[in-house]
């Protein structure tokens, strides 16, 4: 047999292929990762994207960061540790700076759940941490409407804040085209309406993963960010092995036309061919936290498989489906083509929209997840139930050809593979 390691949760699982079994692994390249993350992100602030100095702005009496929840692996440390020493040697203390954490549609953190991303060294050095709840009115300020139509509600204590800054990761993303920038703020911290128009554009053709200046929902998320204010951003860009390769700092489109092409250079991998079978591991945890995470590894799988094959989608999901909102969704549908139906002939929910991504892909081949969830809640959710691998390989093998070509994506949300050097 020949074994492949497969992150899954915190730990690992092995894939097991016969030895006569042709496949390909396929990854990115070994990107040579930052020696010093925080250094990285030091020098970044010293040479922002745009020129302008966090030390150029009028000199705040508060300052908000908005941070991400425990579903992204966010380098947090290495981002906010030289950002609070800058704005320390600006002379801003540790009292006058809130850390907002950017829940969007998620449950909101609790206190206990803090220390899961931000080192007890920044918890317990005088800042103020909040977690952001979208539907918590009384935390919100209406701010106008997008040209879009999308009505602007945002989290009270960010926005009142003199300096408003968003820290996160830069990378593709499976229909906002690619995360970074404001987006921290414009879809983390804002309301339920707000969110739930935006992802509305879900349905456009040009609401995609790579795709950034034509995506209707991403260009409705720099207008939202507008209407906040976002002052300034701080991103990485991280490898397969979630380790920093680059940071930029800066104006937050700034830091978007200079980040985008570093992320498609650290992300994409050409392949020349479409495969039987896929085999897709999230790359473990907090990427595979839940089911709803996990679809984002479905999307790239399906980038190279082919119609009517098969992706094994490897995924823990300890937190369950993740959405309480797809799950309901789900409950009186019987098959895909119900799914879609539904959801287009519905009211925009967030939650549903899982829903429809996994059905749209579904219509054109076969999803097998190997997870800890129940397999009743997988069948209801019309996925393919597997206990372990062996027992998903067989059930692929069922539905292949002889000899099937057979792909391996170790690090499937980290990876985009394009056939034939397509363009996304």
Not at 76 to 93: E, F, Q, V
Not at 129 to 156: E, I, M, R, S
Not at 328 to 343: H, L, P, R, S, T
Not at 383 to 400: E, Q
Request: one cysteine or more.
């Amino acid at each position: 047999m020949k074994n492949i390691r497969l992150p899954y949760g915190k730990s690992s699982t092995t894939l097991k292929l016969p030895e006569n079994a042709s496949f390909d692994v396929i990854s990115t390249k070994d990107n040579v990762t930052h020696p010093d993350p925080v250094k990285a992100v030091g020098d970044a602030l010293s040479a922002p994207c745009d020129g302008k100095l966090l030390s150029s702005f009028p000199l705040p009496q508060t300052v908000a960061i908005a941070i991400n929840d425990k579903t992204r692996p966010v380098p947090h440390y290495a981002l906010l540790k030289p950002l609070i020493t800058y704005l320390n040697s600006m002379g801003i203390s540790n009292s006058q700076i809130i850390f907002v954490i950017a829940s969007g549609t998620h449950r909101p953190m609790r206190s206990d759940e803090f220390p899961e991303i931000l080192p007890e060294e920044l918890l317990a050095n005088g800042h103020t941490t909040l977690a952001h709840d979208c539907d918590k009115q009384d935390d919100l300020k209406f701010l106008g409407d997008t040209p879009a139509g999308t009505p602007v509600w945002v989290n009270k204590y960010f926005y009142a804040a003199d300096l408003r800054i968003v820290i996160g990761n830069l990378e593709p993303h499976h229909f906002m085209g690619f995360s970074g920038g404001v987006k921290t703020a414009s879809v983390g911290l804002c309301g339920q309406k707000t969110i739930q128009h935006n992802h509305a554009f879900i349905t456009h053709p040009d609401a995609r993963l790579g795709c950034y200046s034509e995506n209707p929902m991403r260009q409705d998320v720099e207008e939202i960010g507008k209407l906040i204010g976002v002052h300034y951003a701080v991103n990485a860009i991280l490898n397969k092995d979630k380790k920093l390769v680059h940071a930029l700092a800066g104006a937050p489109l700034a830091v978007m036309a200079a980040g985008i092409p570093l992320s498609r250079s650290v992300c994409q991998v050409p392949v020349d061919k479409q495969y039987d079978i896929v085999i897709a591991s999230c790359g473990g945890h907090p990427k595979d936290i839940n089911l709803y995470q996990a679809q984002k590894a479905q999307t790239n799988a399906s980038l190279i498989t082919k119609d009517g094959g098969t992706i094994i989608l490897v995924a823990q999901c300890p937190e369950g489906v993740g959405s309480q909102g797809y799950w309901e969704f789900m409950q009186d549908v019987k098959d895909n083509n119900g799914a879609i139906e539904k959801f287009t002939n519905t009211p925009f929910r967030i939650g549903p929209h899982k829903a429809f991504l996994f059905a749209r892909i579904a219509k054109r081949l076969n999803t097998i997840v190997v997870s800890d969830m129940p397999d009743n809640t997988i069948k209801k959710l019309l996925l393919t139930p597997a206990k372990n691998l062996p027992k998903a390989l067989h059930l692929a093998f069922l539905n292949s050809p002889p000899d099937p070509s057979i792909a391996v994506l170790p690090h499937a949300v980290a990876t985009v593979p394009l056939v034939n050097s397509t363009k996304l």
